[in-house]
């Protein structure tokens, strides 16, 4: 089998940021671009506590879908299977550094969440006690400082 786009990127230099993926068209002619949103440098920093990832996919999740500018756009967001990030899938074709300010209005909100963890509740949430409430506030304000809130085109772009 073909190896998939996701497998070519030189994960031993890949460091956090946000990068587009892939771009796809639907055979009705949308556009579809998954971003990944590094956030940690993978094989070389810790990965993500699932519990701290899985806080994140419901509080990015909830802030994205009720962003005016931006939920009629929001196709998915989600966890990486390494835990290293995220996935986030808009319709249409977005720069980077405009995905990136996004996140970084998403981050700090989520850095400074009070309140209960929307949809974790045994009705709404397949696992909804496997969560991190404190380690996925303290993720999100690490990302935001470390990388968002001055990030380049190295952190933009894939390197080749």
């Not at 070389?44 to 009629?72: G, M, Q, Y």
């Not at 963890?117 to 506030?137: E, Q």
Request: hydrophobic share 40%; proline share 6%; charged share 25%.
């Amino acid at each position: 089998m073909e190896k998939i786009a996701s497998f070519c990127v030189n994960h031993l230099v890949l460091e956090p940021g946000v990068y587009v993926s892939r771009v796809d068209r639907t055979p009705s002619g949308d556009v579809l671009t998954t971003y990944d949103i590094r956030m940690t440098a993978p094989n070389r920093e810790p990965a993500l506590d699932p519990r701290v990832l899985h806080t994140l996919e419901h509080l990015a999740a909830t802030w994205l879908r009720n962003n005016p500018e931006w939920r009629d756009k929001v196709i998915y967001w989600g966890p990486m299977g390494c835990c290293t990030g995220s996935y986030l899938i808009l319709q249409g074709e977005h720069e980077s550094r405009r995905v990136a300010a996004l996140m970084l209005e998403m981050f700090r909100w989520i850095a400074a969440y009070e309140g209960e963890i929307p949809g974790a509740t045994p009705r709404d949430c397949g696992n909804w006690s496997f969560t991190d409430l404190d380690g996925a506030k303290a993720a999100a304000a690490r990302y935001a400082e470390n990388v968002l809130e001055n990030i380049d085109d190295a952190h933009l772009q894939y390197a080749d």
